[in-house]
């Protein structure tokens, strides 16, 4: 959450800042700002909202220059405002400072500077880092900039410059990610390669307690001891950002992306031989799996332990999301794996599950859709998404790709391990091959859901079922509800109604019903029985349409193509995905930008 980017070169800055900004409003749009160095003074302006706040202010009183720097903020200290939005300025008007993370001991540095003297205008742990610039400044930048990071607690990427030094931006990074680069005649700093310009084909990207002086023609790197380092560049070549291409919202683009992104998982996952490059001998040794994931990534991860328990048995499998399994005893050996799942590879608490795994001595495996991340460089393996840059706050291909490429790997290790037969494996490699046309399938039946969301939008309360894989998809279909939508909405089990959910249903609430196990006809045609005595109605989304007893108690039913009871969560969660879009749509919310929300959560 929240965006950082960095300009110097020859073009005027605030139009590329702006630029990249915009590519970046999805990590995070309470404020965004601009500061510009020109002929030695610094120049700042940030405005409360969306980057055209930002961008109508410079048209009417533009800022002029070659070096800026950039930020679109998700407020964590500080109520959105002019006042609390980056960048911040010091007093002196020497450095001004962009910042992602948290600052844990800003309190104290801040009483230290204010006995000092010095004055502060925000509510903000990053203002701290511009005065304590300043307080330290001893004419030499880099030396003060170095200083200073050693006295500062938490996470940061800061993206700084002086105005004393002219076409100079200066970077570092402490477990947030941080991104430089530069090609004719350009020099970037970013935290997202989402926004840099397609002519910049290699970049570096910053890991721990590193360094960067980028220039418009060189960047210079170095640990925060002020040692220089080798520069390691990871070559780029990303796809075109694109329009929406006749779209209303990125969401309804994504969702329509899903078979083409499945279709090149699989692909990059056979082609670049992806089980393969991890350590045969390890894995059948295996005796544990760790998952852990947020949001989104934490459902893929409960739909993965389903599958391992079924087709690994003689592997203990143990998921739980990433903000817990950090303060939960952690069971890791030479015979233990552990799993992280993250559309961004960034995710704070998922990746510091993952470091904790790794210092103690642990392997690690992400499932991970940006191949620059910090998860896929600090874990022993990776095995990409490929679902393509995803935009809308609600994630919808990733999660498709997620499920996918987990269910891949995990019939990979079970045939590996002798746990199915490699004719059982060869049927299972079919019905993923079949899996882009039935997600078509699945999206193509958004007519129908379109009319329903528009019927039942205004509905208080929706409850997800399902049982087994059709619960964890239920989760997932709830999150994207009320992420979204902002109305009430909860997943169950559905054997679990009677056991207290009961108790709130009533009339004007919704029940949708996932069923793609067709042993699962009779159970759930009971539970949906409680529901309707109770006055709610009901949706069923099936295979099996053709049940009279499903016909008999719904009052909407979405038939989506039979797919392997295994693999159904892939193609089953995408009319969830569009009833979340749908009924987000009809009451008029900002489907992309939900509020109080942001793609890429690098706090803790």
Same mark, same amino acid.
């Not at 002029?64 to 964590?76: D, S």
């Not at 109305?487 to 609430?509: P, Q, W």
């Given at each position: ?36 160095? !020109? ?112 006295? $500062? ?24 990610? $941080? ?52 520069? !390691? ?34 692909? !990059? ?58 303060? !939960? ?74 499920? $996918? ?151 909407? $039913? ?47």
């Amino acid at each position: 959450m929240c965006g950082i980017i960095g300009y110097v070169g020859d073009k005027q800055a605030s139009d590329v800042i702006i630029a990249g900004l915009k590519l970046l409003e999805y990590r995070g749009y309470d404020s965004a700002g601009i500061a510009v160095s !020109n002929k030695g003074k610094i120049k700042v302006a940030k405005k409360e909202g969306r980057i055209v706040n930002l961008e109508n202010h410079l048209k009417e009183e533009p800022l002029l220059g070659n070096l800026a720097i950039g930020h679109t903020r998700w407020a964590t200290h500080g109520k959105p405002n002019d006042a609390n939005a980056h960048p911040f300025i010091g007093n002196k008007r020497k450095y001004a400072v962009v910042h992602n993370g948290i600052i844990e001991n800003y309190l104290e540095i801040k009483e230290e500077l204010m006995s000092e003297g010095v004055k502060f205008s925000s509510k903000t742990d990053s203002e701290v880092i511009v005065h304590l610039l300043e307080y330290l400044d001893n004419g030499d930048p880099i030396a003060t900039i170095l200083k200073a990071v050693k006295k $500062l607690k938490g996470a940061f990427a800061l993206g700084i410059i002086h105005a004393e030094t002219p076409n100079t931006i200066f970077a570092a990074k402490r477990d947030n990610p $941080l991104i430089v680069g530069c090609a004719g005649g350009e020099g970037y700093i970013c935290s997202d390669i989402n926004s840099l310009p397609q002519s910049l084909k290699k970049v570096i990207v910053l890991d721990n307690k590193q360094f960067a002086v980028v220039k418009k023609n060189s960047v210079e790197l170095y640990n925060f001891l002020g040692k220089p380092l080798d520069k !390691n560049y990871v070559e780029l070549s990303p796809e075109e950002w694109g329009d929406l291409k006749g779209y209303e919202c990125y969401m309804d683009k994504e969702i329509c992306e899903i078979p083409d992104a499945l279709t090149r998982a699989i692909k !990059n996952y056979r082609e670049n031989k992806s089980f393969e490059k991890i350590d045969k001998d390890y894995l059948k040794s295996l005796r544990r799996i760790n998952i852990v994931g947020c949001g989104t990534a934490l459902h893929a991860g409960l739909y993965g332990e389903k599958l391992i328990k079924k087709y690994l048995p003689d592997i203990d499998v143990y998921s739980e999301m990433a903000s817990e399994f950090r303060y !939960n005893p952690v069971k890791v050996d030479e015979k233990t794996l552990t799993i992280t799942i993250s559309q961004s590879g960034e995710t704070a608490d998922t990746l510091v599950c993952q470091k904790m795994v790794s210092e103690l001595g642990g392997k690690t495996l992400t499932i991970c859709n940006v191949p620059t991340s910090s998860m896929v460089y600090y874990a022993d393996y990776n095995l990409q998404l490929c679902a393509g840059k995803e935009v809308a706050v609600a994630s919808t291909k990733a999660y498709n790709t997620q499920d $996918l490429v987990f269910a891949m790997f995990i019939f990979d290790l079970a045939l590996l391990r002798g746990s199915i037969s490699q004719a059982e494996y060869d049927n299972l490699m079919k019905e993923i091959d079949a899996l882009p046309k039935k997600a078509q399938e699945a999206i193509d039946v958004r007519g129908e859901i379109e009319a329903f969301s528009n019927k039942n939008f205004r509905k208080k309360s929706v409850f997800y079922l399902g049982r087994g894989i059709d619960y964890c998809v239920a989760m997932e279909g709830s999150l994207k509800l009320k992420e979204i939508s902002y109305i009430h909405c909860e997943a169950y089990a559905a054997g679990e109604l009677k056991h207290g959910t009961l108790a709130l249903i009533e009339k004007d609430v919704i029940a949708i019903a996932l069923l793609t196990d067709y042993d699962m006809v009779d159970k759930m045609y009971s539970s949906l029985a409680e529901v309707r005595t109770r006055g709610a109605s009901i949706m069923v989304i099936t295979p099996f349409a053709d049940e009279m007893k499903l016909k008999e108690i719904s009052d909407y $039913l979405i038939e989506i193509p039979k797919v392997h009871k295994d693999l159904s969560a892939v193609v089953s969660v995408i009319p969830t995905q569009l009833i979340s879009y749908y009924i987000a749509r009809a009451k008029g919310c900002d489907i992309d930008k939900p509020r109080n929300l942001a793609k890429s959560v690098t706090v803790e």
